[in-house]
């Protein structure tokens, strides 16, 4: 019996290392094994939720998004890619969802209460906002995914849509698979920003892009956060909190190498741009073949859409079955 997977990501810009390490580089091992079938969303109307009113900001980065799947290796013919917007029938079963949880409910969600802290939202929070965690149970119901590659953080998102899945096929019949939590592996967690900062974010601008030239991905290495004391090349440095060698552990092969530069700068000896220039060199040999392919997709932008498009028709089929069993088992499909 074949797993199926439901991820996908926001649309509010462009895809950066950090997506690659946490989720699109295991997407693609995952895709390669045939016992899986992946339904990857371009989650925007979940990006929708807190920039209604920036709506450019969500549509032009649909493309952008589709551009980064197909230069990591997501092969469409493999997987279904496609647009969330373009279901409708996600958005309806997340009507019939929301009457089985409780304001309090979601209230309680620590995912949900800690990013309208961070958005400093406050009683102005919208309510498409407020209540994702259930439209994302929608989105993972529909296609009857039983796995989902969740980071640690998301667990909550991943209890309510369990939650929900218990509460119907309790009161209505099981009709809806409950999933489970694909988590990271140990020491594949987030990967932190070249500022130092615990996240690489969108929004705090402190990424490396799938999508930088050479000359701007060399720019921001060069600009990395490393040992604020290591002042001068003979000054012994720190290696842990340093970026460099951070990203050095996550991209570099050479793990005898990367040892040997860490005994030596902890020494003293090494300077810093040395060691920049190894890992430019280093994340050049994994990105620059994905940049390259990313290119060469965007020159026809026509097919990239007809590709979503065939996706989109595919996982909406699949989401209407769902919803035709859903609605007859609550009595409503009254003319089936």
Partial sequence: MKNIILTGDRPTGQLHLGHYVGSLKNR?????????????????????????????KVSSNVLQVALDYLAVGLDPKRSTLFIQSQIPELAELTMYYLNLVSVGRVRRNPTVKSEI??????????????????????????????LVPVGEDQKPMLEQTQEIVQSFNHTYGDVLVEPKGVFPEKG??????????????????????????????????????????????EDPGQVEGNMVFTYLDVFGT???KIAELKEHYRRGGLGD???KRYLIDVLEAEFGPIRAR????????????????????????????????VKQAMGINYFN
């Fill in 254 to 256: 050479d793990k005898e």
């Fill in 188 to 233: 594949q967690g987030r990967l932190p920003g070249i500022d130092g900062n615990g996240k690489m974010s969108k929004s705090l601008g402190n990424g490396i892009y799938l999508a930088d030239s050479a000359d701007v991905l060399a720019k921001k290495v060069m600009s990395m956060y490393t040992d604020p004391n290591h002042i001068h090349v």
């Fill in 117 to 146: 802290e961070q958005k400093k939202f406050g009683e102005s929070v919208p309510t498409g906002f407020f209540i994702y965690p259930v439209s994302q149970a929608a989105d993972i119901t529909a296609f009857k995914a039983n």
């Fill in 28 to 56: 693609v091992k995952m895709q390669a094994d045939l016992e899986n079938e992946l339904f990857i969303m371009i989650a925007d109307m979940q990006a929708l939720t807190d920039n209604a009113k920036n709506p450019e």
């Fill in 273 to 275: 741009v040395k060691i």
């Fill in 294 to 325: 990313r290119e060469e997709y965007a020159k026809d932008p026509e097919a990239i859409m007809e590709m979503l498009k065939g996706g989109s028709e595919k996982a909406q089929a699949v989401a209407a079955k769902t919803l035709s069993e």
